[in-house]
Structures are given as structure tokens and as C-alpha cells.
């Protein structure tokens, strides 16, 4: 079983609509999470930081389920900017960041 | 400026050859990585460093080599490329293992 996976989609919707993405982990000693935006054939960027809690950064909400292992990305009124591919990443303190294979967003007009 | 920088961008070479790729930042950050990226496979780590004297060999190491020259460099050599080492590498930065910053990648091709 692969560390991080995610569903690699490509998910398709229009302007203007809600779609969420989720993550899963392996480890479960995985201490930080993060979500990543990679535009075609660009180096990734930090989107947010995952908390427990959860967190809201304007039109992106993160969550984080320690239970059930899951991370979850949900973008609310998507624009046609928001088209990139999304990669799911873990940390365990002190070692390593693990990549996830990224899920591909398209926003269509 | 951009704070991590990869050179060259792009680059073609022949089965065989000895290729270096080499990455510098001015983040002034203790940990440097590299990665390569392949479709589908998302970002698979080479080798990382901690700090100029500590080197560590990542998920995929083989066939690979890396200098850390300084705190601001950090070099990734292939001795022998072969034609399966196509792909897309990135150089990230990182301060205390939280976010990573990425240079623009070099995107190589071995013929």
C-alpha cells in the first residue's frame, strides 16, 4: 500500500462549483499535512497547512480525520484559476515529506 | 530573485553520460532535497541533506549522487545516465521540516 494516495481523477466542473478531494495515509505517526497546488509543468506550491482542527483559508477549507487517516481538500465556488493538480503531502516529524500522486482539477467555463 | 534556483532548466544527454544538476537558494534553509517527478507517480525523493554535513539517500537513490557544497548548494549527479532517468527533477528547501519550497525543476531527457 502506497504512503499517501489520492484519487488522480481528472475531476471536471464547471465555474462556480464545490468538489472535494480527499487523501489517505499509511503511517500512522504522520504529524504534518499539507496541501500543495502544482500548475502544468511548474514546481508546487504551498496551498495550506492542515490542522487538526480543521482551517479555512477563503474559498479552501482543509480537514484532517487522525482516525480514519484521511485529509481533505474542499475549494467552494471553483474558478477557472483553480484548474492545477492538487498533491496531498505528510510529514512525520524529523524524517521526511511524503508526496501524495496528485489530483488533477479542471474548472470548465 | 527567485529564492531556488535549478540549473539548467532543461537538458538533453545521451546514455552514458555524467550529467550534474545543481540547485542554490538564498532561503537561507538548513535542509535541502531532491526529487524527482514522474506521471502518475507523483514526487519521488532522491536524496536529502539536513545540514552540509549530513547526507541521506532518499526513496529512489540509486544511480545517483549529491554534493552539498554549502548551505545554499546542493548538486545531483547522475555517473551514468540511462534512458529511465527521464524525468522532471526538483530541488526543494525547508526550514524545520515544515513547508517546502521548490525550485522550477529541470526537465531532463536521456536518449
Known amino acids: 500500500r502506497k504512503e499517501v494516495e489520492q484519487d488522480p481523477g481528472p475531476f471536471n466542473v464547471p465555474e462556480g462549483a464545490t468538489v472535494a478531494f480527499n487523501c489517505t495515509y499509511s503511517?500512522?505517526?504522520?504529524?504534518?499535512f499539507f496541501w500543495y497546488r502544482q500548475d502544468c509543468r511548474k514546481e508546487p506550491k504551498l496551498l495550506m497547512s492542515?490542522?487538526?482542527s480543521g482551517n479555512e483559508d477563503g474559498r479552501f477549507t482543509a480537514q484532517l480525520n487522525r482516525a480514519s487517516q484521511y485529509i481533505s481538500l474542499l475549494i467552494r465556488d471553483s474558478k477557472l484559476s483553480d484548474s492545477a493538480t492538487y498533491l496531498c503531502?505528510?510529514?512525520?516529524?524529523?524524517?521526511?515529506?511524503?508526496f501524495g500522486p496528485g489530483t488533477r482539477l479542471s474548472v470548465l467555463p | 530573485d527567485a529564492d531556488v534556483t535549478q540549473t539548467p532548466r532543461n537538458r538533453i544527454t545521451k546514455t552514458g553520460k555524467r550529467i550534474m544538476l545543481e540547485c542554490s537558494q538564498t532561503?537561507?534553509?538548513?535542509?535541502m532535497y531532491w526529487y524527482r517527478q514522474d506521471p502518475g507517480l507523483g514526487l519521488r525523493l532522491i536524496y536529502y541533506?539536513?545540514?552540509?554535513?549530513?547526507?541521506n539517500k532518499g526513496e529512489i537513490s540509486d544511480g545517483y549522487s549529491v554534493s552539498r557544497q554549502a548551505q545554499a548548494k546542493f548538486s545531483l549527479s547522475l555517473e551514468s545516465a540511462i534512458p529511465n532517468q527521464t524525468a522532471l527533477y526538483f530541488c526543494?528547501?525547508?526550514?524545520?521540516?515544515?513547508?517546502?519550497?521548490f525550485g522550477p525543476g529541470t526537465r531532463l531527457t536521456v536518449t
Open positions: 503531502v505528510v510529514n512525520i516529524y524529523g524524517q521526511n515529506f511524503v
Open positions: 503511517n500512522s505517526a504522520s504529524q504534518s
Open positions: 492542515v490542522y487538526s
Open positions: 532561503k537561507g534553509h538548513d535542509r
Open positions: 526543494a528547501t525547508s526550514n524545520d521540516g515544515y513547508e517546502q519550497y
Open positions: 541533506s539536513f545540514d552540509v554535513k549530513d547526507i
